[in-house]
């Protein structure tokens, strides 16, 4: 079991910003690669950004050159800065960490902490 504990939401005005965290704890052993999605409210939720245990990211395209995801193994974290902040970026961020472990696979996604962008 791992769990995913996300801080660092909150309210921002347009164009500044933000820096996520998501804490993982339990049975860390195999966590491979982690991620960050969002949901607005009537939308689905949408991939914002992911990094590899090697370092390997891949982001969104409305996020790419603003926000930037970074990951701490020793302790086991995962981060998002997000600079110019966008109105449209007003959503429920969640946490995602895979978890591999020889022949199990396993998704483990956290609460989720609210991001509000006003204009």
């Known amino acids: 079991q791992v769990n995913l504990v996300e801080s660092g939401g909150g309210l921002v005005q347009a164009g500044g910003s933000l820096r996520l965290s998501c804490a993982a704890s339990?049975?860390?052993?195999?966590?491979?690669?982690m991620g960050w999605y969002r949901q607005a409210p009537g939308k689905q939720r949408e991939l914002v950004a992911t990094?590899?245990?090697?370092?390997?990211?891949n982001y969104a395209d409305a996020v790419k050159g603003r926000f930037t995801i970074s990951r701490d193994n020793a302790k086991n974290t995962v981060y998002l800065q997000m600079n110019s902040l966008k109105p449209e970026d007003t959503a429920a961020y969640h946490c995602?960490?895979?978890?591999?472990?020889?022949?199990?696979?396993?998704?483990?996604w956290g609460q989720g902490t609210l991001v509000t962008v006003s204009s």
């Open positions: 995602k960490a895979v978890i591999q472990l020889l022949t199990r696979v396993i998704d483990y």
């Open positions: 339990g049975s860390v052993f195999g966590i491979n690669t």
């Open positions: 990094i590899t245990s090697g370092g390997n990211t």
